[in-house]
């Protein structure tokens, strides 16, 4: 059976036609396509689409299909298992590597950055049940984190993988937190300490592990998928070891259906390397013994909704970005962009936000959404 008969048949199990007239089909300019993407699956995938070998209208509504019918368990290549050996064999996320993805992603721009996400730049998904604009899904999501933790004035609260100081800020001006922000982005540092000038924050380059204060709250949002499994016990430790008796810590974070070891090889190679999602079992694992497990809230769907606006921000604004960036970073982009909002539309991937305690909350937590 050549390459393009057996591409047919797997993507009409996602109802998907090459060369279809449907906006989710994808449109074949190059016939080397099929081969290429059996040999080394969804990495040539990604790079065929950056290479402009195919296309498809709705980017979001292809990916959507193929996730809903989870089409990608069905490509297994060497050079998959190959990378999934080498991420169980080696510790991808430990100290010596912590702060590449911030070289890598974070630190690719931030003008790229100010014009894509809202105007507090939050680069986690925002809380769209009584919204209507990103701007709003992200302040509801800063107020819900703060309700959550019962968030007094002058109370200590670090904040784990802070960017560009966006909760920071709400916090300290909100509710007259004094933040403690760490990251491991030189450039987030820098914006993130322009933003906050004049409140009671303290921005700073850190990893997680080297952490040792006492603290009321601790928040972690979007941070814990560059953690790693190999880690996230240690991980929780240290929160425990750094969060005060009667504290809450709430994390945020994007969540897998399944327990994996590592990302998919395009994410890890373009966009997150060393970046993987905990599932139920994993986070489940790595707090007993640890916290108390007091609230688990999920809103997956609604990172569609940001991603989505994400898009439409940097596509906007991509004549102003285009000289510096070039078309195939455009491409890179999109994909990255549109394939994560496709695979939270077919609830592939899920977003959580866990409250722990140390000791349990006396008398119950009260849930708040």
């Given at each position: 059976m050549s390459s393009k008969k057996k591409a047919q048949e797997l993507l009409a199990i996602a109802s998907v036609e090459i060369n279809g007239k449907n906006p989710w089909d994808?449109?074949?300019?190059d016939e080397r396509f099929y081969r290429r993407v059996f040999a080394g699956g969804s990495l040539e995938l990604g790079e065929s689409y950056m290479d402009e070998w195919w296309d498809a209208?709705?980017?979001?509504?292809?990916?959507?299909?193929?996730?809903?019918?989870?089409?990608?368990?069905?490509?297994?290549?060497?050079?998959?298992?190959?990378?999934?050996?080498?991420?169980?064999?080696?510790?991808l996320q430990s100290t010596s590597r912590a702060f590449r993805v911030g070289e890598r992603h974070y630190d690719v721009g931030n003008d790229l950055y100010m014009r894509m996400l809202?105007?507090?730049?939050?680069?986690?998904?925002?809380?769209?049940?009584?919204?209507?604009?990103?701007?709003?899904?992200?302040?509801?999501?800063?107020?819900?984190?703060?309700?959550?933790?019962?968030?007094?004035?002058?109370?200590?609260?670090?904040?784990?993988?802070?960017?560009?100081?966006?909760?920071?800020?709400?916090?300290?001006?909100?509710?007259?937190?004094?933040?403690?922000?760490?990251?491991?982005?030189?450039?987030?540092?820098?914006?993130a300490e322009e933003n906050t000038k004049g409140l009671s924050v303290d921005i700073r380059l850190s990893d997680y592990r080297d952490v040792n204060e006492q603290f009321d709250h601790i928040v972690s949002l979007g941070m814990f998928e560059h953690v790693g499994y190999k880690n996230y016990r240690e991980y929780m430790k240290v929160m425990r070891q750094n969060l005060k008796d009667g504290g809450?810590?709430?994390?945020?974070?994007?969540?897998?259906?399944?327990?994996?070891?590592?990302?998919?090889?395009?994410?890890?190679?373009?966009?997150?390397?060393?970046?993987?999602?905990?599932?139920?079992?994993?986070?489940?694992?790595?707090?007993?013994?640890?916290?108390?497990?007091?609230?688990?809230?999920?809103?997956?769907?609604?990172?569609?909704?940001?991603?989505?606006?994400?898009?439409?921000?940097?596509?906007?604004?991509?004549?102003?970005l285009k000289k510096k960036y070039g078309e195939r970073f455009y491409r890179m982009w999109t994909y990255y962009l549109l394939a994560s909002a496709g695979s939270f539309r077919s609830r592939k991937n899920q977003l959580w936000q866990i409250v722990l305690s140390k000791k349990g909350v006396r008398g119950g937590y009260q849930s708040v959404r």
């Open positions: 994808i449109q074949v300019h209208k709705e980017l979001d509504a292809f990916f959507d299909r193929i996730f809903s019918v989870e089409l990608n368990r069905k490509l297994i290549t060497l050079p998959l298992l190959l990378h999934i050996a080498r991420a169980r064999l080696l510790n809202d105007t507090r730049m939050v680069y986690t998904s925002g809380y769209w049940k009584d919204a209507i604009t990103l701007n709003e899904a992200q302040e509801a999501k800063l107020d819900l984190v703060c309700r959550k933790l019962n968030v007094q004035r002058g109370q200590r609260v670090l904040d784990v993988g802070c960017g560009w100081g966006s909760f920071a800020k709400f916090a300290a001006e909100k509710y007259g937190a004094e933040v403690v922000g760490i990251t491991v982005s030189k450039e987030q540092k820098k914006l809450l810590f709430l994390l945020h974070t994007i969540g897998s259906n399944r327990s994996v070891w590592t990302t998919d090889p395009w994410i890890e190679k373009y966009i997150f390397p060393g970046g993987m999602l905990p599932s139920v079992k994993q986070i489940g694992k790595s707090i007993e013994g640890v916290f108390v497990m007091e609230d688990w809230h999920n809103f997956g769907a609604d990172y569609d909704k940001t991603l989505m606006a994400w898009f439409k921000n940097f596509d906007i604004a991509w004549p102003e």
